[in-house]
């Protein structure tokens, strides 16, 4: 649970931006936004229904982005998302026709629908922010943010997303359903015009990319940064675990803990802010053995041991 802790006001309006249209998640539209400020990627799990595609578009929204969906199906090809190269028998030369990954905000919907090859057309897009085709390679618009979606119940027809995808983003997020008042409020607010159709933006993204610099300047202690090692390392010699974090998970597990702090008005990360975020950052990074799966061990649950168990380091 996310502390309630005063926010920097350009964040703040960012966040309040959000809930006009994502009602009773404060603490995802909060992580959603320390992805953004870090420069990650947020894959969302959940079932149908639940505001994940509006949540995308309110933040794309907010920021005054460039917004586009791509609707991953089991026939969709790399190049349907990367762009393509057509020649031109006019000017006798080839030309790059974009994908719809030239964008800012990228809502990859239901990615688990597609074929691993296709996955992987978004592979270097998240890690290194441009894509290659036909052997020439393209920077990305900046900021450019992925969030996926899947969901987690229906299995059927999907390809589960190999580790070296997962890695990719640096959070998984579970909306989970509204409470009664909260579904209440939400037909309220659809009643007569969706709140979407008439959100205004807060920043831009240039305004955006600044914050981004600001968040890079945020001081980690050595201790701290001992601190996460720690419990990334624990997760690899963890009795229930198959696989564990890699060293990616570290650098999440920091630029995350920086955005975070930023965003709290702290110009230093404090282990509160590591122990905070480590279950977001690191549980998707971890495969467990089939035993603990059986058992009904979460990796959840494991991050949660790990962090209970690793010493803090002593803060000034």
Same mark, same amino acid.
């Given at each position: 649970?996310?502390? +309630? ?8 309006? /960012? ?42 578009? @309110? ?5 005054? @982005? ?31 026709? !974009?994908?719809?990954? /030239?964008? +800012? ?10 074929? &691993? ?12 922010? +441009? ?7 393209? !920077? ?6 992925? /969030? ?29 359903? !509204? ?10 607010? /659809? ?9 205004? &933006? ?87 053995? &089939? ?21 803090? !380091?002593?803060?000034?």
């Amino acid at each position: 649970m996310l502390k +309630n802790e005063s926010l920097q006001p350009m964040i703040a309006a /960012m966040i309040e931006n959000i809930e006009k249209v994502i009602v009773g998640k404060r603490e995802i539209a909060t992580l959603s936004t320390v992805a953004l400020l870090a420069g990650g990627h947020v894959l969302l799990e959940d079932v149908p229904g639940v505001g994940k595609t509006m949540l995308v578009r @309110a933040i794309a929204k907010s920021i005054n @982005a460039q917004f586009r969906r791509i609707q991953f199906t089991p026939d969709l090809l790399p190049s349907d998302v990367i762009g393509v190269s057509i020649y031109n028998q006019k000017e006798m030369q080839f030309e790059y026709k !974009p994908g719809p990954i /030239m964008g +800012n905000v990228i809502l990859a919907d239901e990615i688990n629908r597609t074929s &691993p090859k296709t996955q992987s057309a978004l592979l270097e897009a998240m890690e290194e922010g +441009n894509v290659t085709v036909d052997g020439v390679t393209r !920077p990305l618009p900046r900021p450019f943010f992925v /969030m996926a979606t899947q969901n987690p119940i229906e299995y059927e027809g999907t390809y589960p997303l190999p580790e070296a995808q997962l890695d990719r983003f640096l959070l998984k997020l579970k909306m989970g359903y !509204p409470s009664l008042a909260e579904e209440i409020d939400i037909l309220n607010r /659809m009643e007569n015009i969706s709140p979407i159709e008439e959100l205004q &933006p807060v920043i831009d993204v240039e305004e955006l990319l600044s914050l981004r610099q600001s968040v890079k300047k945020v001081y980690i202690d050595e201790r701290v940064k001992r601190y996460i090692v720690e419990i990334v390392q624990r997760s690899r010699s963890h009795a229930s675990v198959y696989l564990g974090v890699s060293p990616r998970g570290s650098i999440a597990l920091m630029k995350a803990a920086q955005a975070y702090a930023f965003m709290h008005h702290r110009d230093f990360v404090i282990p509160d802010d590591v122990q905070l975020l480590a279950p977001y950052v690191l549980s998707h990074r971890i495969i467990l053995k &089939p035993d603990a799966k059986f058992d009904g061990i979460s990796a959840e649950h494991i991050v949660a041991e790990i962090v209970a168990r690793t010493p803090v !380091p002593f803060q000034r």
